[in-house]
């Protein structure tokens, strides 16, 4: 069955929704994204990806087109349109389509920004069986561009991660720089020590998750240490224990690391808790 998109103020099937071939999205990867969870038919942390989206649009000085209690209303009815009770929702926000390729930004008052939504039906979500096992993951050096804080659409190197991951047998690749983990692909890293959850500090480097920040909120509520710095993947194939956070997979353990199990081979309590609380406690908050 078509899903119903929405595209630039209109709801309409997918496959009648186009965009012209000189959007700077298209030519020029010149927009951002964001992607919502929906677990029992109601948005996860909506109210984070507004904000943080807000501030990619600033950071690239682009025009939003639409507010974000409007968009709030989009996310639902698309939602409702689609009937998804466990899902994802993408939206993307580009420059615009100019009359023709330019480098320079073309006048945001005579081009309009293009707006683009779509769900995804992600039935078991929540309960997804990977969780029990785990996932490996292999190191790759982060050849990104400097301002990983922004969330563009510049996703190319990180969809080349992650079939040097497949390609090694793994199911995901940690990003190396200066000898230190910045981030997965497309989550937060962490490890686990003594007890204590460990990821790498805020700043141009990487994502400032929006799932990274609210299990960082509940950690310390559940009254467990977080310290927020880098990590070497030699200290992480050391530690007792390893997690990703992100918007399609909350928390997922990661139990080995370059080929190197970590503990004995299976999903840590730390993780296990983690997911168990972020999973509660966003539902509860969900709209």
């Known amino acids: 069955m078509s899903r119903t998109v929405y595209l630039n103020g209109e709801y309409m099937p ?6 012209s071939i000189f959007d700077r999205g298209f030519l020029m990867a010149d927009g951002v994204y964001e992607v919502t969870s ?6 996860i942390d909506f109210e984070g990806h507004a904000v943080r989206l807000e501030r990619s649009l600033k950071e690239l000085d682009m025009a939003s087109p639409i507010s974000m209690d409007d968009l709030l209303e989009v996310h639902r009815e698309l939602v409702r349109l689609n009937d998804i009770n466990e899902g994802m929702i993408y939206l993307q926000i580009t420059r615009g389509a100019p009359d023709d390729r330019d480098f320079v930004f073309p006048d945001p008052a005579k081009v309009p920004s293009t707006i683009v939504l779509f769900t995804q039906n992600k039935p078991g979500l929540a309960d ?9 993951v292999i190191s790759i050096p982060d050849e990104r561009w400097g301002r990983r804080d922004i ?14 991951a497949k390609a090694a047998g793994a199911d995901d690749a940690w990003l190396v720089e200066d000898g230190k983990v910045t981030e997965g692909t497309s989550n937060n890293a962490y490890i686990v020590k003594g007890g204590k959850i460990i990821t790498r500090e805020l700043s141009n480097d990487i994502l ?25 993947i030699e200290e ?28 004995d081979g299976t999903p840590g309590p730390v993780a296990a808790r983690l997911r168990e609380i972020y999973l509660e406690e966003s539902r ?3 709209v």
Do not use: C, W
Request: charged share 25%; aromatic share 6%.
């Open 38 to 43: 929906v677990l029992d038919g109601k948005l």
């Open 208 to 232: 400032h998750g929006i799932t990274r920040k609210a299990v960082l909120r509940f950690a310390k509520e559940a009254q467990m240490v977080v310290e927020e710095r880098s990590f070497s």
């Open 284 to 286: 509860k908050a969900a």
């Open 236 to 263: 992480a194939q050391g530690a007792d224990e390893a997690f990703i956070t992100s918007a399609s997979t909350f928390v997922m353990p990661v139990v080995e690391i370059d080929g190197a199990k970590l503990g």
């Open 151 to 164: 969330k563009t659409v510049q996703l190319l190197y990180p969809s080349m991660g992650k079939m040097m």
């Open 14 to 19: 997918e496959g009648e929704a186009k965009v």
């Open 128 to 136: 997804n069986p990977v969780v029990k096992k785990g996932i490996k």
